[in-house]
């Protein structure tokens, strides 16, 4: 989770180093072709089902990222941020995205192993 935050972090800074009239055009763009900076990269978010895993895994969804979401359970726990206690995968999917949900205990090894088998055995290929 941490690797993602930092990813999500670089793409967060990068996008406000322009004046605000071209992030709005930027945004605007890429609404319009439905592309996003992170168009089709295949990205693996752990602890995706709340906080700022779940955050990133929105985030990168909405800038055209393909999510693996990996936690202990789909369904959102506690506090999720944005008041929808549906699964994160499930929202991104309704919202247009791809994404599925590899349930993943990142403390075994193993788990980790087959999340990425399951990734690639799935979407041919992990970008981050």
Partial sequence: MY???LLYAR??????????RQL???S???QLHGMGRLQDRVSIV??????IGRAIALGFAEQGAI???ADL?????????????????EVIRERGGKAIYVRTDVTYAAEVEQLVQRTVG??????M
Avoid: I, M, W
């Fill in 28 to 30: 605007l763009e890429s």
């Fill in 11 to 20: 793409l967060v800074d990068t996008r406000y180093k322009r004046c605000p």
């Fill in 73 to 89: 359970s789909p369904d959102a726990r506690g506090n999720a941020g944005d008041n929808d206690a549906s699964a994160t995968h």
């Fill in 67 to 69: 999510v693996v979401c």
């Fill in 3 to 5: 690797l993602s935050y």
């Fill in 46 to 51: 752990t602890g995706s089902s709340s906080g």
């Fill in 24 to 26: 709005v055009k930027q």
């Fill in 122 to 127: 799935e979407f041919g290929r992990v970008d």
